[in-house]
């Protein structure tokens, strides 16, 4: 389940109050008077007027500083994930083994990326939702944001440079590793299709 669902309440207030915001202060003074005329006397209600307006606006400056907080948690997490990601298709083969499970965690990296992808679309409407309430980010929180933005881009850029890496690292491996490496059953068969292929070059 998405880490949004989690914080489901706090998350659908935002919205809702977004629009709501100054309805609610033109409602508080509706209702509420300058001044209440009870009998012979003239009662001043601008400081409860005031006092609930005040109120209105802690609950919403502490709606907004949570959701911050929990913003920036998830944007630390899915920065953790696309680094382990990256280290995971990164490493330098030192054999023909490494290099083939190199290549089966690049060919499932694309799936992971896209369901991480949209977490980060959620992320990014929450933000939006965050500055329509005029708070202001942090340069570091808008560092991070945007880092975190840019990690399904960066990562599909890194695969594509890979490939062209671990191609070149397999015309080295292969003739060694071939005639001289006991290698499981499960490699044999591309094992045996790349050797040929190399054959007929």
């Known amino acids: 389940v998405f880490f949004f669902f989690k914080q489901k309440t706090a998350y659908e207030i935002m ?3 977004v629009g709501s915001e100054m309805c609610i202060r033109d409602r508080i003074r509706r209702e509420i ?3 209440a005329v009870v009998s012979m006397f003239k009662i001043n209600c601008k400081d409860v007027r005031k006092l609930y307006e005040g109120k209105y606006t802690e609950v919403i400056r502490g709606l907004t500083l949570l959701i911050v907080k929990k913003c920036r948690k998830q944007a630390d997490t899915l920065t953790i994930k696309f680094d382990k990601m990256k280290q ?3 490493k330098d083969p030192k054999n023909i083994e490494e290099l083939i499970q190199i290549k089966r ?3 499932a990296l694309p799936m992971k990326i896209e369901e991480e992808k949209r977490n980060i679309n959620v992320l990014m409407e929450i933000y939006d939702i965050i500055e329509e309430f005029s708070y202001k980010l942090s340069k570091e929180e808008m560092d991070l944001r945007w880092s975190v933005f840019s990690r399904p881009k960066l990562l599909n850029e890194l695969m594509e440079q890979r490939k062209g890496y671990l191609e070149k690292k397999k015309e080295v491996f292969l003739p060694v590793s071939y005639t001289h490496l006991t290698l499981p059953t499960t490699y044999h ?4 299709a790349v050797h040929v292929t190399l054959k007929k070059k």
């Open 105 to 107: 965690d690049m060919e």
């Open 15 to 17: 919205p809702s109050l």
């Open 33 to 35: 008077p300058e001044y």
């Open 88 to 90: 995971q298709i990164s």
């Open 189 to 192: 068969g591309e094992i045996s």
